[in-house]
């Protein structure tokens, strides 16, 4: 929901407001790789925040990274023990 909120303000370029929403399901919800990566996008539009943006980006990467690493991880186990 709060990111929603924050896509909606990105929309209307309230990209403080943005941040804000996106920080709040950032708490929600730690592991989606895609409010990092808005996070990094609304930072990117303002001055002197490229830096944060940078950042927001590269933890987007991690985490789609390691969820994607789990996903493999997961269906290889599966095959192991014989359940498809």
């Known amino acids: 929901m709060r990111s929603i ?22 708490k929600i919800d730690p592991d989606a790789s895609q409010v990092w990566f808005n996070l990094g996008l609304a930072s990117s539009k303002l001055p002197d ?24 991880d997961r269906t290889q186990r599966t095959r192991a023990v014989g359940v498809a």
């Open 49 to 72: 925040h490229e830096f944060r943006a940078i950042a927001w980006f590269k933890d987007a990467r991690t985490l789609r990274s390691l969820t994607a690493q789990g996903r493999q």
């Open 5 to 26: 909120a924050g896509l909606a303000a990105a929309q209307q370029q309230d990209w403080k407001l943005a941040i804000r929403y996106f920080l709040d399901a950032q």
